[in-house]
Nanobody, 115 residues
Framework: QVQLVESGGGLVQPGGSLRLSCYTS????????MYWVRQAPGKDLEWVAR????????FYGRSVEGRFSTSRDNPKNTLYLQMNSLKSEDTAVYYC????????RGQGTQVTVSS
């Protein structure tokens, strides 16, 4: 059974940083394409980042490129999202997914950027 457990969210001031984690189980994590997506209040789900199984190819949504970076620790079956220079518009629930950005998600972790 695939499990995705996000953590690391919280309240942060504009310009601050957070590091999200996604612990996974139930599938072969090193071989999986992984995504970060987010959903802001009243808005559609937004694709944030993608990392390929080989960990060499990463891609970012236009709104976060240059500020966010994703990485993976295959022995720990864990995906990370380092978020820097946070803005109020980054406020959302963040999720990780496998294979399909619009596929099944975990419970998510709330990120609130506010002064």
């Amino acid at each position: 059974q695939v499990q995705l457990v996000e953590s690391g969210g919280g309240l942060v001031q504009p310009g601050g940083s957070l590091r999200l984690s996604c612990y996974t189980s139930g599938f072969t994590f090193p071989g999986a394409r992984m995504y970060w997506v987010r959903q802001a209040p009243g808005k559609d789900l937004e694709w944030v980042a993608r990392i390929e199984p080989g960990d060499e190819d990463v891609f970012y949504g236009r709104s976060v490129e240059g500020r966010f970076s994703t990485s993976r620790d295959n022995p720990k079956n864990t995906l990370y999202l380092q978020m820097n220079s946070l803005k109020s518009e980054d406020t959302a629930v963040y999720y990780c997914t496998k294979d399909d950005p619009w596929g099944p998600r975990g419970q998510g972790t709330q990120v609130t950027v506010s002064s």
